[in-house]
Every structure is written in C-alpha cells, then in structure tokens.
C-alpha cells in the first residue's frame, strides 16, 4: 500500500520536469520574443539629414561704383579712417580700394570729393595710404570698387546621424539592463533610505553652508529702430588701435559706441559706429554731435 501511494506520487513530478524540460527547449531553439527583435530598416531608408545655412558676405558691386585711375595722398594727417574721396559719387559707399602697382588693398569708405583741386581726382586719407603703402605727393593707379553685404549663396551643415530610431541592443544586454535598472528601482525605493533621505533633507543646513553665486545680470536686449539708417558711421579702420582711439573720443563726448570687426578678402577692418537712432530728430542730433567732434564725414548707415 505504501509503495503503491508513493508511486502516484512521484509520476506527476517526473512528468512536470518533463514538461519543464521542453518548455526550455522550445525555448531556446524557437522563434524569440518580438519586442527584442531589432526593427527591419525599410527600404531606401535615408538615415541621415542634412541642413543648410545662408551665407553672408561682402560682395563687389562694380555696376554701384567702380573706377581706376591715378589716386594721391597729399601728405596730411587726416581723421575718419580709411578712405577715398572721388567726384562721381553721390552717396557715401563702402569700397575695396586696391593699389594696381603692389597689390595691396584695404577696405575703406568712398565719399563724394566737392572741392575741384589739380592733379587726380581720387583724394587719398593717410590711413588709406599707409595701408596702400602710398608716399606723399606721388599719384598711384588705384581701382576702386563698391561692395555690398549680400547673401549669396547656400553652405551645407556637416550631416548629422538620425537618432530617431537607435539600434537594439543585444537582447541578453537588454536582460541585463533591465536587470539593473530593476534593482536601481528597488534601492530607491527602500523605504529606510527613503527615511533617512527625509530627515536629511529636513535637518538645518548650518553645517556647511552652500556657497551661493551671484546671479548673472541678463544681457541686454540690442535696440530695433524703424528706422532704414539708424546708425552713424564714424569710420572705417585698418588698425584697429586707431578704431579704439575713436570710440575713446566718442564716449568722451558723451555717446556711446560701437566697434564692429568685419572681414572682407580675407583682411580684417574695424568700423566705429554710434546708434541706433529711434527717429529721425535723433538721428540727426547724433550725426550733428559726431561732426563737431570733427568727423565732418560722417553718414548714416543701416547697420
């Protein structure tokens, strides 16, 4: 009797490690759980993007002004920076004036030359000059030539990988992933550490007061004006120590500027504005304090 009852008790075990056995079986040779396949790419799938920026730069714009003739500096001292004045022109101009006998150039402003004196009709400053590497008193052949600041053209950005859809790790790192991820959770959820947490948290902090940094103020916010030309261009300088010694004489009479590096064939020039006027009555007061400090040749510009 009692061999009898121990038998019908061992059949259904060994009939349960049976099934158990086949259960692993299947699987580890069946087909395995869909969420730890990796997704099928579809076809043609473009994996990476690409974007584009707009380039600005100075441009040359001969059909505005151009000319090429002999240019001469008379020898004085002259304020304003670089520049060239010329009869034909009408507005103020920001130019490239080239020296054709060295092949030095610079960038410099152009205005309108109203005094109709013998000898060449391109009057020189001296910035200009020495920047050209012009004597005094012995006529150049120059070319001079309007520039623009246009957008022209497009630059693509480097591409970038699509992390849209990252790639599946390995299902036994996933495994194991989980596994850590689960025993992380579980310590965060223990609810002595929890309790310390608190008390930590509620306990004064006189210990070791952190050390608190002071805010950074907010930088401002550049002005808009409605203005088309709400700026005034003091001038335009190939050193820029002399931009800076300008700005300095500004700021002494009681306005502010602002000392623009720029770069246009590949040379550096520094431009010494003061702006932006909110209206035309303070564009014009602006324009009117830069001249009696001396810079008669002064104009406004858009920026």
């Not at 069946?30 to 990476?48: D, I, S, T, Y």
């Not at 120059?142 to 859809?165: C, D, F, H, Y």
């Not at 550490?193 to 401002?220: L, N, Q, R």
Request: charged residues 25%.
């Amino acid at each position: 009797m009692t061999d009898t009852v121990s038998r019908a008790m061992t059949a259904p075990r060994i009939a349960a490690a049976a099934l158990g056995l086949l259960v692993l079986a299947g699987c580890e040779d069946g087909p395995k759980l869909g969420f730890l396949e990796p997704k099928p790419k579809a076809e043609g799938q473009v994996r990476a993007s690409s974007s584009t920026k707009l380039v600005e730069r100075d441009v040359e714009a001969p059909d505005v002004f151009q000319v090429t003739e002999a240019g001469l500096w008379d020898g004085r001292p002259s304020i304003g920076g670089v520049w060239v004045a010329h009869p034909d022109t009408k507005d103020p101009e920001r130019v490239i004036i080239r020296n054709n006998a060295n092949g030095q150039f610079v960038i410099g402003a152009l205005f309108r030359r109203e005094r109709e004196i013998p000898g060449p009709r391109l009057q020189v400053s001296s910035d200009a000059a020495v920047a050209l590497g012009l004597l005094a008193g012995a006529p150049v052949e120059l070319n001079v030539t309007a520039l623009r600041r246009e957008e022209v053209g497009q630059e693509p950005l480097p591409e970038e990988q699509s992390a849209a859809e990252p790639a599946l790790e390995d299902p036994a790192e996933l495994n194991e992933n989980a596994l850590a991820s689960s025993e992380i959770s579980a310590s965060a959820l223990d609810p002595i550490a929890g309790a310390a947490a608190a008390i930590d948290a509620s306990a004064p902090a006189a210990a070791a007061p952190a050390k608190t940094e002071p805010a950074a103020a907010p930088a401002p916010r550049p002005q808009k004006s409605s203005l088309s030309k709400p700026y005034i261009q003091i001038g335009i300088f190939s050193v820029e120590a002399n931009a800076e010694r300008t700005a300095n004489m500004m700021r002494s009479a009681g306005m502010v500027p602002d000392v623009r590096e720029q770069t246009a064939s590949g040379k550096s020039f520094w431009r010494v504005l003061v702006g932006p006027a909110q209206s035309k009555a303070e564009r014009s007061q602006l324009l009117k304090s830069v001249k009696e400090t001396g810079f008669a040749d002064a104009y406004a510009v858009t920026n």
